[in-house]
């Protein structure tokens, strides 16, 4: 009767165990759900700001309309491209972050463009889209880094002793980062 007791207590201490990380993992999980929610909100915001700065830049006739028309396409591709909180491995953030990326540079171009517009930087619409669009930026910035706290903090948790075992069982896999884009950790040349 002994000898059944000590593998049945075991049986029992371990189901516990694994319950209680499997409650924690699934809480983690969604909280990287959550924050990657929270980031394609501040992307969403970002293309939603998009077509009326567009917009009040048409209204100056002699505005370059292939800076215009870079900015256009560079919106539709980012947002066709979507990445689904279930779907958030290396591969696609980094398919999502490529497709920003070139709106963020589409942008920039559009706005070093408006220098030489003395008038359309006067305009009060347009100071207040460009004040909007960079508020979003830092958002964006935020929620990015909010996320991969939140990967952080997901992934070690499900790469630790004992979790490491069964995570992968339950299909608790690690999840990707945002990371910097190439380039970035050079700082820009200023001539004058």
């Known amino acids: ?3 059944l ?4 207590f075991l049986v029992i201490v371990a189901t516990v165990m694994s319950s209680c990380g499997y409650n924690a993992m699934v809480d983690k999980d969604e909280t990287v759900t959550q924050k990657w929610a929270d980031v394609q909100t501040q992307y969403q915001r970002r293309s939603d700001l998009i077509p009326n700065l567009v917009s009040t830049v048409k209204g100056y006739a002699d505005f370059e309309q292939e800076t215009l028309t870079q900015v256009v396409e560079a919106r539709a591709k980012a947002t066709g491209i979507t990445v689904n909180a279930d779907e958030i491995t290396p591969e696609n953030i980094q398919k999502f972050q490529a497709a920003q990326s070139q709106l963020s540079g589409a ?6 463009t408006v220098e030489r517009y003395p008038d359309l930087k006067a305009n009060t ?3 207040d889209l460009q004040a909007q669009l960079e508020g979003t930026e830092n958002r964006i910035s935020v929620a990015r880094q909010k996320f991969n706290e939140a990967v952080k903090d997901y992934n070690s948790y499900i790469k630790k002793f004992p979790r490491v075992f069964y995570a992968g069982w ?3 896999e690690s999840k990707g980062y945002f990371e910097a884009d190439a380039g970035t950790e050079n700082a820009p040349k200023v001539e004058f």
Do not use: D, Q, W
């Open 1 to 3: 009767m002994k000898t």
């Open 5 to 8: 007791r000590i593998p049945f």
């Open 107 to 112: 942008l920039s171009r559009l706005l070093v």
């Open 125 to 127: 619409n347009f100071r």
């Open 170 to 172: 339950f299909g608790f």
